[in-house]
């Protein structure tokens, strides 16, 4: 009885854990939200308005991680096939990556300071190096060329990229937490609103997992909804 009890009192706990942890899809913007906070990036002291527009847009859009935006590269953008790829390495001696790498170096004996600098910079995970179809939206094609006409004036660190955003949500008076990671899970509520299945969902964000991309179809929608309408539609 006491096992069960306890078993029960267990299940519980995780039950009200899981109610009460707060996920990236519930900071998601919606489409007016994301609008505004695209018009009040506009409405930033220059070149922050510029700045703030690309994050924005590239994080909101296309699903990019901050660390990505940070270390985007002119190189990584293929015209011809109108590409954007993030790539499996890019030599970086940022701050950041400086940083990341001393610790990987503390915590691993085998590991030297200059080898783990060597390293920086690399996406989150494997699945991360991607290739991002940029043409669906002329929007962030013309991002992208502002972004290859003005790389040399374009912020480089991550804390800059956090502020621009801050900056852009305030001036468009959106509450809640909007950051970097509340762009990216826009991103893949927005496609998957717009019906994106997962595999190619998976792909575009750069997911390890597959269930995350059935989590964000499943919050939208979509393939309920059209399950019902080629059941009762036909």
């Excluded at 706990?13 to 009460?20: E, Q, S």
């Excluded at 919606?30 to 695209?38: A, I, K, S, V, W």
């Excluded at 991680?65 to 890019?90: C, S």
């Excluded at 852009?168 to 509520?189: F, N």
Aim: glycine share 6%.
């Amino acid at each position: 009885m006491d096992h069960q009890q306890s078993s029960n009192n267990g299940w519980a706990d995780r039950h009200r854990k899981a109610l009460t942890t707060r996920h990236s899809h519930e900071d998601v913007l919606n489409d007016r939200e994301f609008e505004l906070l695209l018009e009040a990036c506009g409405e930033l002291p220059a070149p922050r308005d510029f700045e703030a527009r690309v994050i924005c847009l590239l994080g909101g859009r296309l699903g990019l991680r901050a660390g990505e935006i940070a270390h985007l590269q002119t190189d990584w953008i293929d015209w011809n096939r109108n590409l954007l790829q993030i790539p499996k390495h890019e030599p970086c001696e940022c701050g950041y990556c400086k940083r990341q790498a001393s610790q990987e170096a503390a915590h691993n004996d085998e590991l030297s300071e200059a080898d783990a600098v060597a390293a920086r910079w690399h996406p989150k995970t494997v699945a991360s190096a991607r290739s991002l179809p940029f043409d669906p939206s002329l929007r962030i094609e013309l991002c992208l060329e502002r972004f290859a006409d003005r790389y040399d004036e374009f912020p480089k660190s991550r804390s800059t990229i956090n502020r621009r955003v801050q900056a852009a949500a305030e001036g468009a008076g959106l509450s809640g937490r909007v950051d970097p990671h509340c762009l990216r899970a826009t991103a893949a509520s927005h496609h998957a609103y717009k019906g994106v299945a997962p595999v190619p969902l998976q792909a575009l964000m750069g997911w390890s997992d597959l269930a995350t991309a059935q989590k964000y179809i499943r919050i939208s929608g979509t393939a309920t909804a059209d399950a019902l309408r080629r059941v009762h539609h036909r």
